[in-house]
Nanobody
Framework: QVQLVESGGGSVQAGGSLRLSCVPSGSTFSRPTMGWFRQAPGEDREFVAAITGSRTSYADSLKDRFTISRDNGLNTLYLQMNDLKPEDTAVYYC????????????????WGQGTQVTVSS
């Protein structure tokens, strides 16, 4: 069983930056892909970014502003978010799964509880 704990959310003004972190408890060896998703109020959950090994993938609309990375020594997943916009306001979730650079929620087996990001104009 893997538990994921996100942190780093908060409130920022448009143009600001945030770095989200996700720390798994338990081994993620069998779940080599880590991903970030987000869900805004009244919206469906959407893919943000994924990492498998050293390879990454992003939602096309976010790849110029968001960067996913992982520190294997610290066993931590990150999402660096720059030039934030009000439309980035959402709950952000990290997830662990088996599918190489998975982009769909059903490709992930474990989910964190989410961290709120609020961007004001």
């Amino acid at each position: 069983q893997v538990q994921l704990v996100e942190s780093g959310g908060g409130s920022v003004q448009a143009g600001g930056s945030l770095r989200l972190s996700c720390v798994p408890s338990g081994s993620t060896f069998s779940r080599p892909t880590m991903g970030w998703f987000r869900q805004a109020p009244g919206e469906d959950r959407e893919f943000v970014a994924a990492i498998t090994g050293s390879r990454t993938s992003y939602a096309d609309s976010l790849k110029d502003r968001f960067t996913i990375s992982r520190d294997n020594g610290l066993n931590t997943l990150y999402l660096q978010m720059n030039d934030l916009k009000p439309e980035d306001t959402a709950v952000y979730y990290c997830a662990a799964g088996r599918v190489y650079l998975g982009t769909r929620g059903n490709e992930y087996d474990y989910w964190g509880q989410g961290t709120q990001v609020t961007v004001s104009s």
